[in-house]
Each structure stands twice: as structure tokens, then as C-alpha cells.
């Protein structure tokens, strides 16, 4: 259940954004999710991705700093409160999330948010024994 996610670490300079993703787009890398992190002199964009690791082959080839990394994803109610009965679920086991981000698919009333914490494995456990619903990785990159 666990989801390979590429961070690019990018300069906060003009243009640089768009080198990355032209980058992948020249490779045929479809982006399925993205989140994107800055501060004054950098910033860290996420992606989620069909090939991680062909993405990560050719954005080093280009000469972008990268890093792969497993996220979690579930699948939840795209309404008020979805969220946060999750985020409840978390706090009452005592999970911290280092971050998350989401994104809408095809299934109008349904939303898919990515998750990352320390500890996948107890995570996952978590979410599970709470009834959430696991987005397995061929389902994601597929959306």
C-alpha cells in the first residue's frame, strides 16, 4: 500500500519549475498529484507519478536533485468533515504527519489525500483498523 513519491529540490529562481516539469513531460512522465513547498531561496516539489523511477532517472540526468520516498494514500469523502475524522483517527493514536496533500479523481463525491509520517508501517495499521479506505499504488498512478 505503500506509494513511491519523487521530491525535486529546486531553486527559487525563475523558470526552474518549469524546466522540471518540461523535463518530465519530454520523458512522456504523466503527473497524476504534485504539491509544492518554498521558501525565499528553494522549494520542494512532490510528485506522484506513474514511473518513479524512470522520472527519477531522467530528472538527475538533467541535473535536478532528487529523492524517492513512500507515502500512504487513502480515498475519502470529498465533503465537509471527510478530512477531518481521519486527521482524528491520527491524532487519537498519536500519529504526527510530517505532511500531506490531495487531489480529486473521476469519482465526483470522493477526494484522495497522501500522507506521510515516520512510520508507513504503523500508518498503515492505523488507518486500517479505523475503516479507512487504502489507495493501493496501481490505483493511484492509473487515476
Do not use: C
Amino acid at each position: 500500500m505503500k506509494i513511491k513519491q519523487i521530491s525535486i529540490f529546486l531553486e527559487n529562481k525563475k523558470g526552474r519549475l518549469w524546466t522540471a516539469l518540461n523535463t518530465l513531460a519530454g520523458g512522456g512522465i504523466n503527473i497524476r498529484a504534485l504539491s509544492i513547498a518554498d521558501t525565499s531561496d528553494f522549494g520542494i516539489l512532490r510528485l506522484i507519478v506513474p514511473e518513479p523511477e524512470k522520472a527519477k532517472k531522467l530528472l538527475e540526468e538533467n541535473n535536478f536533485i532528487v529523492k524517492m520516498k513512500e507515502v500512504v494514500a487513502i480515498e475519502l469523502s470529498d465533503q465537509p468533515g471527510g478530512l477531518s475524522s481521519v486527521l482524528k483517527l491520527l491524532n487519537d493514536s498519536d500519529i504526527n504527519l510530517e505532511y500531506l496533500y490531495a487531489f480529486v479523481h473521476e469519482k465526483k463525491d470522493k477526494a484522495i489525500v497522501l500522507l506521510s509520517t515516520d512510520n508507513l508501517d504503523t500508518l498503515i495499521d492505523v488507518l486500517n483498523k479505523g475503516g479507512a479506505s487504502l489507495v493501493p499504488p496501481e490505483e493511484v498512478y492509473d487515476l
